[in-house]
């Protein structure tokens, strides 16, 4: 391979919606059919330091995005990504809108910074997919000290950050508002 | 730590997220400005998907959901390879396929539309490049199908392709269309596209020369993921 100087002189090839069907290739067993061998589900880790998370896609009618596919990507409980990254996917449920997967909470990544999982939604009406972080309410104090998060309102922050759930089998609510006046932060990552 | 920073992702090489004249984006697009954070190493690094994976029919969509026959419709093989932005082989990228069948339906209970289904496709497949970029699936070119947005609007043969490189910021989904289809320019959704140009880049062009003589004919299409803007080399960390 040669080690010529690096221009960028290809372009990206262009997003395009996944559209309401997106089940059938990354997630059958959504609609019935059988996952495929190795195929990353809902539950990317089981074990001590596992958690459930929960919540809803609302579009800007406030109304639950029932078609979304959410990849979440992380690290383990002891901070290590890339081989030890923790990576699954999980869709919206058809009737309730609920989404639901289980994961390690992170260890701390980089110092001065605040652990959090990385998010991405994918769904009919999005045409390139939406990049937002699920930070953890215990790291308050890191989540307001962190660099990445500087130039993010109080109420942006507050859109990052999981709730602790009080009832049902989660540990923590996220939901995300794509629109509107309770809009998630989305990232340029 | 040793960084490996990508390119930024030139947003205008993509489509807008509100784009009106496809009436789902209008509720679904975000209103205010993204917030650009540093590339962090979840970005630079990701899953990692091995051929071991894959089930031995995986990227033959003709046979993969066969219940005795295999999927009507125009048999066709898809290859090309998947680069970076430096024109670099990007290996072991796990593609996810997803389609309609030969009359335009899909294997999926919110599809309602009036075409059959084939017993013996469910429209869902994979493959993962090999060392120099490259990959193949095999299926059946799936027909264009109406749908409901301005009145009845047509889709064009498309094919939904799902692809992670080696690094989270390369994560991509798109979809890929067919030489010659008059319905390309038409459709609401590839028009989300503002460029003409770009789309072309969404074009899968007959491979007439890669044809299986009497049995699939052969459509090119090659990938573009976000690039690194140092070399592996000077930045590699041990080990990674």
Known sequence: ?189 | MTVHPFYRRERNQHPPALTPNYKSSVLRAPFRPLVSPEQAELDWTGPAFGHDMLGPLDNDLIRNASAGGEALGERIIVHGRVLDENARPVPNALIEVWQANAGGRYAHSNDTYLAPLDPNFSGCGRTISGADGTYVFRTIKPGPYPWPNNGSDWRPAHIHLSIFGEAFAQRLITQLYFEGDPLIPLCPIVNTIPDPAIVERLVARLDFKNQMPFDCLAYRFDIVLRGRRQTYFENREEGA
């Not at chain 1, 996944?18 to 074990?47: C, D, K, M």
Request: charged share 25%; glycine share 12%; aromatic share 10%.
């Open chain 1, 1 to 189: 391979m040669s080690d010529g100087p690096f221009d960028g002189r290809l372009k990206e090839t262009p997003s395009q919606t996944a559209g309401p069907y997106v089940h059938i290739g990354t997630a059958p067993q959504s609609i019935g059919r059988p996952a495929l061998p190795n195929q990353p589900g809902p539950v990317a880790f089981e074990g001590t330091g596992a958690v459930t998370v929960e919540g809803i896609v609302y579009d800007g009618a406030g109304e639950p995005v029932r078609d979304a596919m959410i990849e979440f990507w992380g690290a383990d409980p002891d901070g290590r990504v890339g081989r030890n990254g923790l990576f699954g996917r999980t869709t919206s449920d058809f009737r309730t809108g609920v989404y639901r997967f289980r994961t390690a909470r992170p260890g701390p990544l980089k110092a001065g910074t605040a652990p959090y999982i990385a998010i991405l939604i994918f769904a009919r009406g999005i045409n390139l997919h939406l990049a937002t972080r699920l930070y953890f309410p215990e790291n308050r104090a890191q989540i307001d000290a962190d660099p990445d998060l500087r130039r993010v309102s109080p109420s942006g922050r507050a859109s990052l950050t999981a709730v602790k759930a009080s009832d049902g089998e989660a540990d923590y609510r996220f939901d995300i508002h794509l629109q509107g006046e309770n809009e998630t932060v989305f990232f340029d990552v």
